[in-house]
């Protein structure tokens, strides 16, 4: 059962699904803090808005989907405001990288280098990451996946292939630059 008002554990509705939240804020913004501020405001828009919730719904997909839509608004007030560039000469995961021919799925379940293997999705542009993480990590479905991201289930199909290949390229030491579906809109 749902409600905004605690439970007797002192829980509040939709806590069992911060980990889901804060994974996927992760791969959006690529910063812990950032990531922990972004659930934050997540869970405070979601209790301001929790009687408009449907009975019976989807409460981890409404709870990414307003995670998104807060990131998208963070993004559109840093286009607003002064911009910076940070330059880091060389430090670029793909250099230590062995050119093996395994697949980024094998490197995963094999456990091996994890911090290469989280380093390298980040190294994804965000449309990459997100639709890799919800479908990878978070184990969503196609449908629920574009519920989230408000596209086409194609759309976030092709996006799933293309960003498999690229970390599959990335972790074997091939890919120069990302280049994911189009260019982040806000």
């Known amino acids: 059962m749902l409600t905004a008002e605690p439970t007797a ?8 699904h911060i980990d889901s939240l ?11 803090v950032e990531a922990e ?6 869970y405070v828009s979601a209790v301001q808005a929790f009687h408009r919730l449907r009975e019976n719904s989807n409460v981890r997909g409404w709870l990414l989907t307003i995670l998104r839509h807060r990131w998208i608004s963070e993004l559109r007030r840093r286009r607003r405001g002064p911009q910076l560039v940070e330059v880091d000469a060389g430090n ?14 094998q490197i995963l379940e094999s456990g091996e ?3 290469r293997v989280r380093d390298a999705i980040q190294k994804l542009p965000s449309q990459c ?14 449908h629920q996946i574009a ?10 199909m092709s996006r799933l292939g293309r960003a498999r290949a690229k970390l599959r390229d990335l972790l074997n030491g091939e890919w120069d630059r990302p280049q994911c579906g189009k260019v982040e809109r806000a």
């Open 9 to 16: 554990s002192g829980e509040t509705f939709g806590i069992e």
């Open 22 to 32: 804060y994974r996927y804020a992760i791969a959006l913004t690529g910063c812990r």
């Open 37 to 42: 501020d972004l659930v934050q405001e997540t």
């Open 92 to 105: 670029y995961i793909a250099d230590g990288l062995a050119s093996g021919e395994r697949t980024a799925q």
């Open 113 to 115: 280098d994890a911090g």
């Open 129 to 142: 990451r997100a639709v890799l993480v919800l479908r990878e990590f978070e184990e969503l479905s196609y």
């Open 147 to 156: 519920a989230v991201l408000d596209c086409p289930v194609g759309t976030v």
